[in-house]
């Protein structure tokens, strides 16, 4: 059983920026894509960010590309959301996750994953 716990997420004002971090209870490298999706009320869990296992690929949805960035440091067990320029639509609670499946097309799908965090709020005003 894989424990991730995210934290880094705060209120910020539009415009600012904000790190969010997840850490594993094992380490991931070589074994698991990592992802990031976020979850606001009343609407499903959405796809952010994703990483290869070897961090050769990074994918991000449309909607934060050029402005979120995912990294992961794998001798720290350790995945990272690089958020800049935050804007109110950001608004949700961010979920970091790990899958140990293999090949391509499922990234992006909840459903995918195997072990999740409990979730950080990350609130922006405008």
């Known amino acids: 059983q894989v424990q991730l716990v995210e934290s880094g997420g705060g209120s910020v004002q539009a415009g600012d920026s904000l790190r969010l971090s997840c850490t594993a209870s094992?380490?991931?490298?070589?074994?698991?894509?990592m992802g990031w999706f976020r979850q606001s009320p009343g609407k499903e869990r959405e796809f952010v960010s994703a990483?290869?296992?070897?961090?050769?690929?990074?994918y991000h949805a449309g909607s934060v590309r050029g402005r979120f960035t995912i990294s992961r440091d794998k001798t720290k067990n350790t995945l990272f959301l690089q958020m800049d320029r935050l804007r109110p639509e950001d608004t949700a609670v961010y979920y970091c996750?790990?899958?140990?499946?293999?090949?391509?097309?499922?990234?992006?799908?909840?459903?995918?994953?195997?072990?999740w965090g409990q979730g950080t709020q990350v609130t922006v005003s405008s």
């Open positions: 996750a790990a899958s140990s499946r293999s090949g391509m097309g499922w990234y992006s799908q909840p459903s995918a994953y195997n072990y």
């Open positions: 990483i290869s296992a070897n961090n050769a690929n990074k």
């Open positions: 094992e380490r991931t490298s070589g074994n698991y894509v």
